[in-house]
């Protein structure tokens, strides 16, 4: 049998994916999430309106229970045009995925609110206001973001002040925000295989840079012999500490599809 080559890619990239039983997913509201993470973590009101301008929360005094609780019997209105939240995601990002990839929840009577998404998660990157009446799942290509792109920062405006209108129209009931695409925020990190298993991980792609998936030969499994920081190879056999190994037998094998015409 071939030695397992251990595989060094720099374009290809494989995700291990934990067991599903540790994430959890949710119905609320007719939609499902990956989990309660994928709900926005914190919201604050963005600058100092003037008296009666500014957002009011309803079922709790704070505009951050309010958007941040996963209970749609609180939400937050606008009392002038003036009224905005910034909504953050800090637990998770959104990804921008094949279509919607979060849901802004509304109450009651359907009313229009302006989204607005950071490029960069801060406020002095975003995106022009976009209008959505009632509750929608909002797909980030709209507002110009590429696939792939992740996003921890948006603005709802719940009472945009409509164009030709002749004045702010009712505010809309910002109830909660959460993520269709929900990812980690980051994909790094450090993780001690240390009980001689792969502890529930499991392996899937390989991907392109772009999130297309590709057949591929490649396998994952228990590696004995490397346990990070000591030298690869050397540590101790039958110590429970390993790592987890992505291989392919006699070398890397993808298969690349070709497009029509050719690649
Ligand atoms: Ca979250
Ligand atoms: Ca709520
Ligand atoms: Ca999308």
């Known amino acids: 049998m071939a030695r397992p080559n251990l595989l060094q890619t720099a374009a290809f990239t494989a995700a291990y994916v934990l067991p599903a039983l540790l994430l959890g997913q949710v119905s609320f509201g007719g939609y499902t999430f990956d989990s309660w993470a994928a709900f926005a973590d914190e919201a604050t009101e963005v600058g100092s309106p003037p008296p009666g301008a500014g957002l009011l929360p309803s079922g709790t005094s704070s505009i951050n229970t309010a958007l941040t609780d996963h209970n749609l019997n609180t939400w937050v209105v606008a009392g002038g045009s003036a009224g905005m939240a910034d909504v953050r995601f800090i637990d998770n990002v959104i990804v921008n995925g094949e279509g919607a990839d979060f849901v802004v929840f509304e109450q009651g009577v359907p009313e229009t609110y302006g989204v607005a998404i950071s490029r960069d998660g801060t406020a002095s990157n975003l995106t ?84 297309t998936a590709y057949p591929s030969s490649f396998f994952d499994g228990w590696q004995d012999a490397v346990n990070y920081p000591g030298p690869p190879g050397l540590d101790p056999m039958g110590d429970q500490r390993g790592t987890l190994r992505l291989a392919t037998l006699g070398g890397m094998a993808l298969t690349i599809r070709v497009l029509p015409g050719g690649l």
Request: glycine share 14%; aromatic share 10%.
């Open 128 to 211: 022009n206001f976009r209008q959505y009446t009632g509750t929608q799942a909002i797909d980030l290509s709209d507002f110009g973001l590429a696939s792939g792109a992740t996003v921890t920062l948006l603005r709802i405006q719940p009472n945009p002040w409509v164009a030709g209108s002749g004045g702010a129209e009712l505010s809309a009931d910002i109830q909660d925000i959460a993520a269709l695409h929900s990812h980690a925020p980051s994909a790094f990190g450090k993780f001690d295989f240390n009980d001689g298993t792969v502890q529930g991980w499991t392996l899937d792609g390989a991907f392109d840079e772009t999130g």
